[in-house]
């Protein structure tokens, strides 16, 4: 007597528990993602199956194992699963990139040093760190170096954004150039830098618009690097 079953995922373990009991002649499933979790599970259940002389039918892909050679099964398997990888990596950007386009985006409202998350998702300002980012652009526009800003919170015994008592140039260098300081919410397109979404008022602001711009002018009059024809370099 041939047993038929529809394979599906919260039994999947039972599935081949029953098959090694002979209870499960004949597995049939909607398609090869329905299998398994990725393709190395998917190869070694149907090995399994096949030493059990379990015969497995995929509807969407119209494929057997019984009329198919074990080699060509595991070919076509491997270039499925690899195409609807692919598939759901694009559709993942792809709604990413919408989300982002509309302004819908929840990355729009990822806290930062200085704001919290109110009960809508939305960004609130948090008072006490928001003092320090105002006397971090401060003491920069007063001639203090990254490092020297570094020492001075430090010094004052005022914990990094991770709770760590050191800080890190890094997360200063990253502070004095974030828009959102300024109100402004902005996504990079997968890391193109001459393509992004801008949202403008996405937040309220910390650091006033003339702050902010004033610190970017700062920041490039200090950097040694200078663009020209040839590129980036370093002043001499």
């Not at 599906?8 to 398609?31: A, G, M, P, V, W």
């Not at 499925?80 to 990596?89: L, M, V």
Request: one cysteine or more; glycine letters at 6%; aromatic letters at 6%.
């Amino acid at each position: 007597m041939v047993i038929t079953r529809c394979l599906h995922r919260y039994c999947f373990k039972q599935d081949l528990q029953d098959c090694k009991s002979r209870d499960i002649e004949i597995i049939l499933t909607k398609n090869i993602s329905r299998f398994g979790r990725d393709t190395v599970e998917i190869l070694d259940a149907l090995n399994q199956l096949r030493i059990l002389g379990v015969r497995v039918i995929f509807e969407q892909e119209v494929l057997d194992t019984a009329d198919t050679d074990n080699d060509l099964m595991i070919s076509i398997i491997e270039s499925i699963a690899q195409a609807e990888n692919e598939s759901r990596s694009d559709n993942i950007k792809w709604g990413i990139k919408q989300r982002a386009a509309q302004g819908t985006s929840k990355l729009y409202n990822r806290k930062c040093y200085g704001y919290l998350n109110a009960d809508d998702g939305s960004l609130i300002i948090e008072e006490l760190e928001a003092k320090n980012v105002r006397m971090i652009f401060s003491m920069y526009l007063q001639g203090k170096s990254v490092m020297g800003i570094v020492s001075e919170l430090e010094r004052l015994g005022i914990k990094s954004p991770t709770g760590k008592v050191k800080w890190c140039k890094r997360t200063i260098d990253v502070m004095l150039s974030n828009e959102k300081y300024i109100g402004n919410a902005r996504l990079l397109d997968n890391g193109k830098h001459d393509s992004y979404y801008l949202a403008e008022d996405n937040n309220p602001a910390i650091i006033s618009k003339e702050t902010f711009q004033a610190v970017q002018i700062e920041k490039q009059h200090r950097s040694n690097v200078t663009k020209s024809e040839d590129g980036n370099q370093r002043k001499k």
